[in-house]
């Protein structure tokens, strides 16, 4: 079946767009008209794109569930590339079951919409036309998943689940990154 050809991703797909749109025309609404910046296309075959390494995404997931342990918190950590690829996993021993998918899906969402996952809930919650956003696949919209950057540019992502709470999960996932990035 051809890309775009099954029914159910195109009605999907359509939604979101229709979200898109509707979140954009919110936004432009209540914001100051932004002059446009030019930006410069790459006439290459190819490009190269930074991402974090297995080596740094080992050491973060490893060093965020600890960061959790530390404050009595079992929890499970996905590190993903800037494509939301997974590179690193690391889960407590009594983590729940569930965390492991909730992790990846945390920093999934976060690698992809390149924002924080609380703040993308924030921004669901204020502008009610964004809700589809929730609705992608593999998107988790919690907090908890915070891109990594590196002089500005996302790298990758962390999500982390299984503390009480998505700040507590967010926290214990951003304090690792800068740890081992030196920010």
Known sequence: MAFGAHPRHDERMNKFL??????SSALAQNAQPATPQPVQLSTDVTVAQPTVTLSAAVRIAQ???GNCAQQGY???VTVVD??????AVARAENAGPHTIDASYRKA???ASARNTTAAIAENIRNNPASAEL???DRFLVVAGGAPIRVSNVVVGAIGVGGAPSG???EKCGTDAVATVLGG
């Open 167 to 169: 700040a507590i999960d």
């Open 134 to 136: 929730a609705r992608i």
């Open 74 to 76: 079992f929890v499970a």
């Open 63 to 65: 060093l965020a569930v």
């Open 82 to 87: 800037r494509a939301g690829v997974t590179l």
């Open 108 to 110: 999934y969402t976060s």
């Open 18 to 23: 229709l979200g898109l749109l509707l979140t």
